[in-house]
């Protein structure tokens, strides 16, 4: 037997034992969710910082336009 055949074995046997039901939700519950939690505790900071960021932007954006206009109309 050739490397590759016994490799193509092992992988087919572990891809059929991934797909079973009991088997994808134990990868899901034990892996996936709490590497997700993990991502979304780490980011969210960088989240907050952003949208607070976003959020000052357009209220300047705002404040700048009405003065422009207030400018325009009144003078």
Known sequence: MSL???KHKLLDSLKKE???DENKELLKE???KPLIHNI???IYPYFMWS???FMFMFVFIMII???NIRVFLFT
Do not use: G
């Open 4 to 6: 590759d055949i016994i």
């Open 51 to 53: 949208c607070l960021f």
């Open 30 to 32: 034990e892996i996936l």
């Open 18 to 20: 991934f797909n079973t």
């Open 40 to 42: 979304l505790d780490q």
């Open 65 to 67: 336009l009405f003065l």
